[in-house]
């Protein structure tokens, strides 16, 4: 936690200055230098925070454990390790309440999303529905295959796609998230599918570094161009 906390306060000062140095015009007119440098401190700290789902309810002592810490930090009010442990405890509280209402929101949509029509369901809670059916063959779990896709957020914003980086790509089934996997078996060459994710078959309580936050439920557009199996693959290493 201590680590966390002295990147977190590092950022800030690296942030803090840059915005310092870019504040310009009537705005920058109203403060002296050394003002704006405090509030650009204050206005990144809290959107940190923000970011962390972590409230202030006195903002006057937030004032004066910086002040303690940068004047005196010998009589500072708590010593450094019950300050990380409070704040840890609040960190922590942050995060199962966003988790707890992340699985909500999720249980919510995929409620919602299984009544709408053409939305197929299958045992293990993958959801999809056909956008175009293919003619070819269909994959099992030890192919490689070749796919143009999208990956995006239940609230529409996207965060991955092959046609971006002039796809489409090739990867083995059984190295990739579950749901993805299972879906991809139930197409054909040629065919489209859109398939909703549940986070239990795809980055789970972890998430994905910061691409894909913790119980989130992924929306994948999937074109299965062709199948290539690792036999295939050897013939062409001979």
């Known amino acids: 936690m201590k680590k966390v906390i002295g990147v977190l306060l590092v950022s800030l000062c690296v942030a803090a200055l840059s915005y310092a ?18 509030y650009a401190f204050g206005m990144l700290f809290g959107s ?4 962390l789902g972590i409230s202030i309810a006195n903002y006057t002592a937030v004032a004066e454990g910086m002040r303690d810490m940068l004047e005196n930090s010998a009589a500072t009010r708590l010593s450094w390790n019950d300050a990380a442990t409070k704040m840890q405890i609040a ?5 199962e309440k966003r988790a707890a209402e992340s699985m909500a929101r999720e249980a919510q949509f995929l409620e919602e999303n299984s009544k709408r029509p053409g939305i197929l369901t299958t045992a293990s809670g993958l959801q ?3 956008i175009v059916e293919g003619t070819g063959r269909t994959p099992v779990l ?3 295959v070749a796919v143009n896709y999208e990956g995006s957020f239940i609230d529409g914003s996207l965060f991955d796609s092959s046609y971006e980086r002039g796809g489409p790509e090739e990867f083995p089934l059984d190295m990739i998230i579950q749901g993805l996997a299972e879906g991809i078996q139930l197409m ?3 065919a489209t599918y859109r ?11 972890a998430g994905a570094s910061d691409m894909v936050p913790p119980y989130s439920t992924l929306v994948f557009q999937v074109e299965l161009v062709s ?4 036999e295939a693959d050897d013939t062409v290493q001979e």
């Open 91 to 95: 960190y922590m509280e942050a995060m």
């Open 142 to 144: 030890v192919d490689t």
């Open 128 to 130: 999809y529905e056909v």
């Open 48 to 51: 940190q925070l923000e970011e």
């Open 188 to 190: 054909s060459e040629g």
């Open 227 to 230: 199948i290539l199996s690792y």
């Open 195 to 205: 398939f909703f994710i549940p986070s239990q078959l795809a980055y789970g309580s």
């Open 21 to 38: 140095s870019g504040v310009a015009g009537d705005a920058a007119e109203k403060y002296s230098s050394d003002v704006q440098l405090s």
